[in-house]
């Protein structure tokens, strides 16, 4: 039971931009504005001009259903819009589009990892509204004399998501919005690498007094850090004879304080009134619907880790707390056996995520809307797709169809099983299937969304994209491309490294990278040290491009990683002789068996990566 | 009833500016609006649903297109009425 000794309680108001979204809530500007200029993607419904209207996109609504569900809220039939009037320049109309009496979703809750174990943090409640623009200031904001504003941010949907005031220190605060991000991120509303993504205005009080609001809190750390000095401020107040007021504060976050606003004091006034250019929605049934198609959340991946791959839950614990992390720990190991799943779960939850929090990195995957710059010019590249076999010769036993599509699940996804694996359809022609012994890959066409479903047993889920030629099937895998130069990327396999600082480029992990990292490692051709160095060597620098097919071997060789191998068992059969005087006079006395024991030494002194045949005969050549 | 500090309060929250004049002129004005509005108090309302919006229509949606139903605007344009602007900002007097 946590004691809670300066009663502190924290509640936090979140805006949410659901930037999955194509375009913005109510017009059909583009989300995809974070590297173009300001005010570069405005209309006159986002800029506020007169007599534009609004119009609201469904996808946004399907969106904060999603999420008013996976918080546990009870979601509203029918719902509506008001204006929150007030004057700023960041609102060009004078007023908010938001939601006031019937808010989307209310009354439900996260369940966080809290001072004293599993704790519950209600939600009151998830409602919709648009984004503001953003202000730039001159110089800090209580000194700068102009505001310049970008409208580009204008318009986007965002969720305010307020929560009870149930959190109990700094540290419950910054796990509540851990969890909460995770979530949106496993719901597929919300990247959170994007600037401006998640907002924080925390509310805080001890010892039941007043609370402080503070404002402009722009990161999970900010929170944090914000919280711990309000309670020190608060503290201090109460020692001095004080009494703490209720204001608001900005969060300086550069000088890591809270400053009071000191802005007239007056009530707010905000006259909302039903919004008269949106008609109400009247959603009855969407919310159970939606319930059907809603995506395992970050706690459900755990149980699953768990129990196919026999991890640790606090292994499954730290791999599922990013998505991104999640799916790419699912590729690495959907193709191997339960042994080298452990083993990657070690690496994968401790080193690398160790690795990339110690570096303030985090993965990205690129999506459509924001595509990545060119590896080879620097351009912008844009979605596009490979031809990589056709269906119908599948269909009709083409052997050279065959091998195409065991290239591709072979060189991309480490499906080496696959190789002297049968093929077998099903008999409508829409269903292939690969299998063997623990392993199996479904091709399901869906060609009313022309895509084909690629499914590994116990593994992902990916997809390629189908493109019909005359009497052709081409299956297609989606890539990145660049106009410019004609250089691609893969779009499935390959996990982007965000570094949160702008100057320092963005580094690369693939795949493959992975897997031969870990098999160099399992065979005992590197040393643990090595897979560190390896990884490292990934994290810090960008290597070029035309390497990137060898990256792991080019590291390897470059650093001498690889003669260490035969060091390493050289030095295991040394000590095994040494230490096992009866077995090597057994051995030269003629029995062959008690070579057996040698070798099994060695085994265990290499932790059962050393390959048997290699231990052999080194121990031979030792033995003479 | 709405008296002359109210009258000051709704015009500081339109960002209007009033003379001492329009204060006198307007406040009577706008309670004579008032008590017209106040004959509706008079109607038994009793069992009728509270009316949210007037149009008997509702769930109008668009679909999650770019540019549909309208290109933006360009920067240029964007900015076109503004009385001040720097580097395809907008530029505003500070607010704090
Ligand atoms: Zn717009
Ligand atoms: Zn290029």
């Not at chain 1, 500007?29 to 300001?38: L, M, Q």
Request: glycine share 6%; hydrophobic share 35%; with cysteine.
């Amino acid at each position: 039971m946590y004691e809670n000794p300066d009663g502190v309680m924290i509640g936090l108001e979140v805006h949410v931009q659901l930037n999955k979204l194509k375009t913005k809530v109510f017009c059909g500007c583009t989300t995809d504005y974070h590297n173009d200029p300001p005010n570069s993607h405005v209309c006159p419904v986002c800029l506020g001009l007169p007599g534009a209207l609004p119009v609201i996109n469904k996808r946004a609504v399907e969106a904060a259903i999603k999420v008013g569900l996976a918080l546990n809220c009870k979601v509203e039939e029918h719902t509506q819009f008001y204006r929150k009037n007030y004057y700023y320049p960041d609102l060009p109309k004078g007023f908010q589009i938001t939601q006031y009496d019937f808010p989307i979703s209310s009354g439900g809750y996260i369940t966080i990892e809290g001072e004293d174990g599993e704790h519950r943090v209600g939600i009151t409640r998830a409602h919709m509204e648009e984004d503001p623009g953003r202000l730039v200031h001159e110089g800090t904001i209580d000194k700068s004399k102009y505001t310049l504003i970008d409208y580009n941010r204008s318009g986007m949907a965002l969720l305010e998501v307020v929560s009870d005031p149930d959190m109990r220190s700094p540290k419950e605060a910054r796990r509540y919005l851990d969890k909460l991000r995770n979530i949106l991120e496993y719901l597929d509303v919300f990247d959170g690498n994007l600037e401006g993504a998640l907002r924080v205005d925390a509310n805080i009080s001890i010892m039941g007094g007043q609370r402080a609001e503070i404002k402009n809190i722009s990161s999970h750390k900010g929170a944090e850090r914000a919280l711990l000095y309000e309670i020190v401020r608060q503290k201090n107040v109460l020692r001095r004879g004080g009494v703490v007021v209720l204001e608001t504060r900005h969060f300086d976050e550069a000088r890591e304080i809270t400053m009071s606003m000191r802005s007239k004091e007056e009530a707010h006034d905000y006259r909302y009134f039903p919004e008269p250019d949106l008609v109400p929605l009247k959603i009855s049934g969407w919310a159970p619907a939606i319930k059907a198609t809603l995506p395992d959340l970050p706690d459900a991946w755990r149980l699953l880790f768990v129990e196919q791959y026999g991890i640790t839950d606090e292994q499954a614990k730290a791999l599922t707390s990013d998505i991104r992390l999640a799916k790419f720990y699912q590729m690495v190991v959907q193709n191997r056996d339960i042994k080298f799943a452990q083993l990657a779960a070690d690496w994968m939850s401790n080193v690398l995520k160790g690795e990339l929090n110690y570096r303030s990195q985090t993965f990205k995957v690129f999506s459509e809307q924001e595509a990545p710059k060119c590896w080879a010019c620097g351009e912008k590249m844009v979605p596009s797709d490979r031809y990589l076999f056709d269906w119908n010769g599948i269909l009709i036993n083409d052997l050279d169809t065959f091998k195409k599509l065991k290239e591709y699940l072979m060189n991309n996804y480490g499906a080496f099983w696959v190789n002297n694996a049968p093929i077998e359809k099903d008999d409508a022609g829409r269903t292939i299937k690969i299998s063997v012994e623990n392993y199996s890959i479904s091709l399901i066409l869906d060609d009313t969304k022309n895509k084909v479903i690629v499914k590994f047993y116990k593994g992902g889920t990916y997809s390629l994209s189908l493109k019909k030629v005359n009497d052709r099937l081409n299956i297609c895998e989606d890539i990145f491309y660049c106009n410019n130069c004609g250089a691609s990327r893969d779009k499935n396999t390959t996990f982007i490294i965000k570094v949160e600082k702008p100057s320092v480029p963005e580094a690369e992990i693939s795949l493959i990278d992975m897997l031969k990292a870990l098999d160099f490692f399992e065979n005992n051709k590197i040393s643990e040290d090595d897979v560190l160095k390896i990884m490292r060597t990934i994290l810090q620098k960008q290597i070029p491009k035309e390497f990137d097919v060898e990256k792991v071997d080019k590291i390897v060789k470059e650093e001498g990683l690889k003669k260490v191998e035969g060091n390493i068992v050289e030095a295991a059969a040394l000590e095994a002789i040494n230490e096992n005087p009866q077995a090597v006079a057994d051995y030269k006395a003629g029995k062959e068996k008690a070579l057996n024991s040698l070798v099994g030494a060695v085994m265990k002194k290499t932790k059962g990566g050393a390959d048997a045949r290699t231990a052999r005969e080194v121990l031979l050549g030792k033995l003479g | 009833m709405i008296a002359k500090k109210d009258l000051e309060h709704m015009g500081w929250l339109a960002r209007l500016e009033l003379s001492e004049e329009d204060k006198e002129k307007y406040t009577p004005r706008l309670n004579s609006v008032l008590d017209y509005f106040g004959e509706l108090d008079e109607v038994d309302t009793e069992d009728v649903e509270p009316t949210y919006h007037i149009l008997p229509m509702n769930n109008v949606f668009r679909d999650d297109e770019v540019n549909v139903p309208a290109k933006p605007l360009t920067q240029e344009e964007a900015l076109s009425n503004a009385p001040k602007k720097q580097d395809g900002f907008f530029k505003a007097p500070r607010m704090m």
